[in-house]
T-cell receptor, first 119, second 112 residues
Framework: GAVVSQHPSRVICKSGTSVKIECRSLDFQATTMFWYRQFPKQSLMLMATSNEGSKATYEQGVEKDKFLINHASLTLSTLTVTSAHPEDSSFYIC???????????????FGQGTRLTVV | KQEVTQIPAALSVPEGENLVLNCSFTDSAIYNLQWFRQDPGKGLTSLLLIQSSQREQTSGRLNASLDKSSGRSTLYIAASQPGDSATYLCAAAFRGNTPLVFGKGTRLSVIA
């Protein structure tokens, strides 16, 4: 299957600093990528939809100025957590879907996730 | 509101048993449904994808079914092994290129 690479897998930062997480589709072009957040023992919660060449669409309750998303190319989307606080500590996962034939879309592939700890 | 529900939340079985994980969704106009496996602290591994036109998919000891009319999907695991222990997530796409809506998962423990 297609591969989505997410980096870094683990990061620890100090309160007030910013952290950038990268998500790359390695062997396919992803016009749309999705960013999720997962709390311990909880399911994935969609944060935003990232569209190549345009502004991201954020879910209700997600601060767009805090979670900056950039989708500069068909294979790269980044999530920057700005002025991080301890409550931002979480597991962040990106996803991209490979476009199938015609109008269809195939399965979604996920990155390995990034464990962010803000101290 | 489009929702995905998984039951049970947790399941513990002895090695060798066949088991079924359940997933239900509120909107029958589903585009496709995926089952994932997640190990603790790790990302998601896609197990099976079922398109709306399909009724089931098989991969090795795994078989997933889809019944749109009843809004249900099941993941059948045959001859379970300790290595199958993980959280299994069901997720539905309700339109083409839209984000998946996830259930809360079933935590499976297979006891040797």
């Amino acid at each position: 299957g297609a591969v989505v690479s997410q980096h870094p897998s683990r990061v620890i930062c100090k309160s007030g600093t910013s952290v950038k997480i990268e998500c790359r589709s390695l062997d396919f072009q992803a016009t749309t990528m999705f960013w999720y957040r997962q709390f311990p023992k909880q399911s994935l919660m969609l944060m935003a939809t990232s569209n190549e060449g345009s502004k991201a669409t954020y879910e209700q309750g997600v601060e767009k100025d805090k979670f900056l998303i950039n989708h500069a190319s068909l294979t790269l989307s980044t999530l920057t957590v700005t002025s991080a606080h301890p409550e931002d500590s979480s597991f962040y996962i990106c996803s991209a879907r490979e476009r199938g034939g015609g109008k269809g879309y195939t399965e979604a592939f996920f990155g390995q996730g990034t464990r962010l700890t803000v101290v | 509101k489009q929702e995905v529900t998984q039951i049970p939340a947790a399941l513990s079985v002895p090695e060798g048993e066949n088991l079924v994980l359940n997933c239900s969704f509120t909107d029958s106009a589903i585009y496709n449904l995926q089952w994932f496996r997640q190990d603790p602290g790790k990302g998601l591994t896609s197990l099976l994808l079922i398109q709306s036109s399909q009724r089931e998919q098989t991969s090795g000891r795994l078989n997933a079914s889809l019944d749109k009319s009843s809004g249900r999907s099941t993941l059948y695991i045959a001859a379970s092994q300790p290595g199958d222990s993980a959280t299994y997530l069901c997720a539905a796409a309700f339109r083409g290129n839209t984000p998946l809506v996830f259930g809360k998962g079933t935590r499976l423990s297979v006891i040797a």
